[in-house]
């Protein structure tokens, strides 16, 4: 798997095959990022995930944020796994984040060769988190460009969800988390504690 930084990316000349791309923090790459992922690895096109190298909540809120599932290289190696075949890291920095959701569209069009996407359907990119799912299908529709928006997956009558693994590995809810994640959590042997830095709210 090919991994390349966001900068590069829109500055390079380089010419991309047409991409089918999936966009998100994919904190613990759970089961809702998994279905998101093979949605775009079943496409004619090169799959590609586009995600963060740091949260952006370690930026904006770093008091508070209450820390990574999985680490960087364990979330590549994940994507790797699945089939993704470039991954796409950006940096939060203060120019980016005050780019508007359709400006960041738009390049990963013209700079990615974005010709397919597909999101869950609560997510928002942008400065202030301007662009929603629905507006994002409105850019790549008149476009000419495909995109799926894709609905929560539901286990045991609660959304799957990276704030509610952590919730759980914090309540020492090993099963839960790994019920959510579809794997075992890192490090547990009997009673051991994974190795992970999540900590309490």
């Known amino acids: 798997m090919q991994t390349l930084n966001w ?13 089918a791309m999936t966009i998100g923090v994919f904190d613990g790459v759970h089961l809702g990022h998994q279905a998101l992922i093979r949605k775009v690895t079943e496409r004619d096109f090169c ?10 909540k370690q930026v904006l809120a770093p008091r508070t944020y209450a820390g990574d599932i999985i680490t960087l290289d ?14 796409i890291l950006i940096d939060f920095s203060e120019e980016f984040r005050h ?26 990119c942008g400065y202030c988190l301007d ?5 994002l299908k409105s850019i790549t529709t008149k476009r000419g460009i495909g995109c799926e928006i894709v609905g929560p997956l539901i286990s045991g009558g609660e959304r799957i969800s990276s704030s509610g693994i952590r ?3 914090i309540a020492g809810d090993w099963a839960k988390a790994a019920a959510f994640l579809g794997r ?14 999540v900590q309490p709210f």
Do not use: W
Not at 7 to 19: G, H, K, L, R, W
Not at 99 to 124: A, M, S
Not at 131 to 135: G, I, L, P
């Open 74 to 87: 364990e979330k590549l190696r994940i994507f790797e796994c699945m089939g993704v075949q470039r991954t």
């Open 99 to 124: 780019l508007k959701g359709c400006e960041f569209i738009e390049l990963l069009i013209y700079k990615g060769n974005l010709r397919f996407l597909v999101v869950g359907n609560n997510f928002r």
């Open 131 to 135: 662009t929603d799912a629905q507006s």
């Open 167 to 169: 919730a759980a590995m």
């Open 184 to 197: 075992e959590m890192p490090g547990i042997s009997g009673k051991e504690m994974p190795h992970h830095n």
């Open 7 to 19: 900068n590069d990316v829109i500055t390079n000349a380089a010419e991309y095959p047409p991409s």
């Open 47 to 56: 799959p590609v995930v586009v995600t963060f190298r740091k949260n952006p």
